[in-house]
């Protein structure tokens, strides 16, 4: 992190390794000069761009200048690099060797360019792909609005310094800024909002006392892949997490140890906590002035009961933010190799939840039981008798395939295929558990064939054929 922005650099050679190095000075908006009998054609427009010089000859110990900032050595001949490396000592100037990381005064990290922010990985060039590697993994996590979020902090610094004399009050109303609402709606594309609720925290901070916030948060099937980075990283500023018995460990897991993590799960004939409950304490706990984030499996507006929890929070003027996942028709169906549409098989898919209420199951059966289309059935598990009675009852083929997935997208998936009448004995002999997913339709027989996902599992007949 030095600013070179109008210095001098000399880098001595012109091939790839160079060029490479070029772009990374220019980009800082150095002034480059390039000494190399022969340079690709992109140094060359570099260093004339940025208003430096190509040389077209050999190094000469008279080409090292006291104005340079920095020297490097980017040739393929190490005797020749050794050379330049005494010369720079000689007028200390820091010099980088590419053929010999410990002759070097400094080495060029991986970087991160969220303008004016810069994020860098280095290995100390043990091993500069992997340096690469794991900047290429933080580059996913950080979106280009922390770019915008920074620029926002600068515009504001003097006047927050204004408003708080303290180092400490300054640290604290920064962190409220850049962990809550103004930095997320900056993250959301509304800088306006996120400037004119930084303006009325400096105006008025007593009336934002206690205001916290909320986020309805889709975790997806249960693969932590398939979480999505903006449910990742709220999750990670989250000081409150109600989460349901849908999510998975794994993404539990993700969450920081000092956060507060409440259970408030549902399983059949059992609510741990009612809805209604669920809905004050989300209210209770943004209005402590937390960060509360309500975790549920799949999708949160897809038979998660989301439109509730918010109509809530909207009511009682809380703010809130709501993160969609991959529900878990999506997840489960291509993890288990079954499109759900096909041209071939089905033009429409229909979503339907099997929840027994009052030992039954009440579904438009008219509607589920056509042909070319196919029929996604939630908490189907228990009511799988009913479902398989009523659709042939309503005109469906007996031999309809039907595949039940158990445990989608995780390590002990598996995948129970029939047919819609010989289904609930397989699933019974089987002994599946929840949570589970329904498919009809023909696009299960593409089962066999489009099937990409190993599980990683001793259990040997979660793979049952279509009789």
């Known amino acids: 992190m030095f600013n070179v922005s109008g210095r001098r650099f000399l880098i001595v050679g012109g ?31 570099i260093a004339i761009q940025g208003g430096g010089i190509h040389i077209e000859r050999s190094w000469t110990a008279e080409d090292i200048a006291e104005d340079y900032a920095f020297v490097i050595a980017a040739t393929d001949d190490h005797q020749l690099n050794d050379e330049i490396r005494e010369a720079c000592l000689a007028m200390n100037i820091p010099v980088n060797v590419i053929t010999d990381a410990s002759s070097s005064d400094f080495t060029f990290p991986s970087a991160i360019y969220r303008p004016p922010m810069t994020i860098a990985v280095s290995s100390g060039s043990a091993s500069p792909l992997l340096a690469r590697l794991l900047a290429e993994r933080i580059n996913a996590l950080i979106p280009d609005s922390y770019g915008r979020l920074a620029a926002m902090v600068g515009k504001y610094r003097h006047k927050v310094r204004e408003a708080f004399a303290s180092p400490d009050d300054r640290k604290h109303f920064w962190g409220r800024v850049l962990r809550g609402a103004v930095a997320e709606h900056v993250f959301s594309g509304n800088p306006e909002d996120a400037e004119a609720l930084l303006e009325s925290y400096l105006d008025e901070p007593e009336n934002h006392i206690g205001v916290g916030e909320v986020y ?74 937390l960060r509360v984030a309500r975790l549920k499996g799949g999708d ?41 549409t096909h041209r071939d ?26 042909e070319d289309q196919t029929v996604v059935i939630y908490m189907g598990l228990s009511g799988l008798p009913i479902i398989s009675e009523q659709l042939i009852k309503h005109g469906m083929s007996p031999d ?68």
């Not at 289904?423 to 949570?435: F, G, Q, Y």
């Open 300 to 340: 949160p507006f897809i038979f998660g009961r989301g439109g509730e929890e918010i109509e809530k929070l909207a009511e009682q003027r809380i703010p809130f933010q709501i993160v969609p996942g991959i529900t878990a028709a999506s997840g489960c169906a291509s993890y288990s190799g079954i499109p759900l």
């Open 15 to 45: 091939g790839n390794i160079a060029t490479r190095r070029a772009r990374v000075i220019d980009q800082a908006g150095a002034v480059i000069n390039v000494v190399a009998k022969s340079a690709t054609e992109e140094i060359k427009n």
């Open 400 to 467: 309809m395939p039907a595949s039940l997935i158990e445990q989608g997208t995780m390590p002990d998936q598996r995948i129970h295929c029939a047919t819609i009448s010989t289904l609930p004995a397989l699933v019974e002999r089987a002994s599946a558990k929840a949570p589970t997913l329904l498919i009809i339709g023909t696009v299960v027989e593409l089962h066999r064939k489009l099937r990409w996902f190993r599980e990683n599992t001793d259990i040997k007949d979660s793979q049952l054929e279509i009789n």
């Open 216 to 289: 309805l948060i889709g975790a997806g099937p249960g693969d932590p892949d398939l979480l999505t980075f903006r449910a990742y990283r709220l999750l990670q500023q989250s000081q409150v997490v109600l989460y349901d018995r849908l999510v998975s460990k794994p993404i539990l897991d993700m969450v920081s140890s000092e956060t507060t993590m409440i259970h408030v799960g549902k399983r059949r004939s059992h609510h741990a906590v009612p809805q209604a409950d669920i809905n004050e304490m989300l209210v209770e706990h943004a209005r402590k002035g």
């Open 345 to 370: 098989h089905a033009q429409s898919v229909r979503f339907a939840t099997g929840h027994l209420r009052d030992d039954t199951v009440n579904l438009p059966w008219d509607q589920l039981a056509v």
